[in-house]
């Protein structure tokens, strides 16, 4: 179906990563997934994490940075990109006490400067949605849309996570019918059909992810990144079960 690579989003194996971030890159290598998003590094130094890496067979798809680190260090972060071979840094999410009309209309103009300082060293910034950016606004446009149209699109990228999207009654594909070319990180997860709506592996949910693959290529996806925020039994388990399914649909390349 498509040759875009895969990669895991490591807050999916945090807790096993408190105890061993090593041995948890080397699962992840073993399962087969081409590359990570990290969310923090585990305290290894970037030189020290790109030998590791490159020797387990990985690449470092992108990494989640939080907002105040953006604003506060944005420089350490670029280069800490240029060290891991990274192309895109991701916004993950805005603190609970920043979600107000007025936040969103300040975080414009600091994507679009992070945006802009990472564009000149050959870096992408995403922003990277939850359901909470799909609540309308006092004008009724949702914030995630609000903060698309207002950005640079040569500066600000999106990652859509499709479960959010999903879980917000929206459809995954239209998002990606209307930023056509400004998502290069898309977030692969499922939702359960049993009115819990909770993570579930790829393919066993209510989420059309089948139909997300189907726009890859012509959206110019450059990462499919598989995160599942929570597992009812192993997350290691889930991960190989998400990655059998991709298996199954042609989209990896083992």
């Known amino acids: 179906m498509t040759n875009i690579p895969v990669a895991l989003q490591m807050f999916t194996l945090r807790k096993e990563s408190e105890k061993d971030f090593k041995g948890v890159l080397e699962k992840v290598a073993d399962i087969g997934f081409d590359g990570v998003e990290f969310a923090g590094y585990g305290g290894f130094q970037p030189t020290e994490l790109k030998r590791l890496i490159d020797d387990l067979g990985l690449k470092a798809a992108s990494s989640h940075i939080p907002l105040p680190t953006l604003e506060s260090d944005l420089e350490k972060v670029i280069e800490t990109q240029k060290v891991l071979g990274s192309k895109h840094i991701v916004c ?32 992408s910034l995403s922003y990277h949605n939850h359901d909470f950016e799909l609540h309308p606004m006092k004008d009724g446009r949702a914030p995630l849309e609000f903060l698309l149209l207002e950005t640079n699109p040569e500066w600000v990228k999106a990652e859509f996570d499709i479960y959010w999207l999903t879980k917000a009654g929206e459809s995954p594909q239209e998002w990606l019918n209307q930023y056509k070319g400004r998502t290069p990180l898309v977030h692969l997860k499922d939702m359960t059909t049993d009115g819990e709506q909770f993570f579930a592996e790829l393919g066993t949910g209510g989420v059309d992810v089948e139909g997300v693959l189907q726009k890859g290529s012509a959206n110019e996806v450059e990462w499919w990144i598989v995160e599942q925020d929570q597992s009812r039994g192993s997350a290691l388990k889930s991960i190989q079960e998400s990655f059998r399914w991709l298996q199954s649909q042609n989209v990896t390349s083992i």
């Open 92 to 123: 993950p999410h805005l603190p609970p006490e920043r979600r107000t009309d007025g936040d969103y209309r300040r975080l414009v103009s600091i994507l679009n400067e992070a945006g802009r300082r990472s564009s000149e060293e050959g870096i």
